[in-house]
Nanobody, 124 residues
Framework: QVQLVESGGGLVQAGGSLRLSCAAS????????MGWFRQAPGKEREFVAA????????NYADSVKGRFTISRDNAKNTMYLQMNSLKPEDTAVYYC?????????????????WGQGTQVTVSS
């Protein structure tokens, strides 16, 4: 198993930036593909970005392409989400997740482990 803890959320003005972190503990971090999802009030949880185990393959939702960057440091057991040019519609609780799949999954059902989430609020 792997335990995940997100941090770095907060309140930011539109156009600003935030960097989220996801710290992992438990089984070897590098064995898992990792992803970020978000859930706004009254909406379903949606895919944001994902990164493969060790070769740096990434996948992004169209809504964040060019603004968000996902990365990971396997030596530190940590994944990151750099969010630039934030918009009010990016406001949500952001979750990190771990998957044992070999590819880079983009649906919630493909992830077996989840963090508790961190709130991101973008004011207009």
């Amino acid at each position: 198993q792997v335990q995940l803890v997100e941090s770095g959320g907060g309140l930011v003005q539109a156009g600003g930036s935030l960097r989220l972190s996801c710290a992992a503990s438990g089984r070897a971090f590098s064995r898992y593909g990792m992803g970020w999802f978000r859930q706004a009030p009254g909406k379903e949880r949606e895919f944001v970005a994902a990164i493969s185990r060790s070769d740096g393959i990434t996948n992004y939702a169209d809504s964040v392409k060019g603004r968000f960057t996902i990365s990971r440091d396997n030596a530190k057991n940590t994944m990151y989400l750099q969010m630039n040019s934030l918009k009010p519609e990016d406001t949500a609780v952001y979750y990190c997740a771990a998957s044992s799949k070999l590819y880079v999954p983009s649906t919630t059902g493909e992830y077996g482990y989840w963090g508790q989430g961190t709130q991101v609020t973008v004011s207009s």
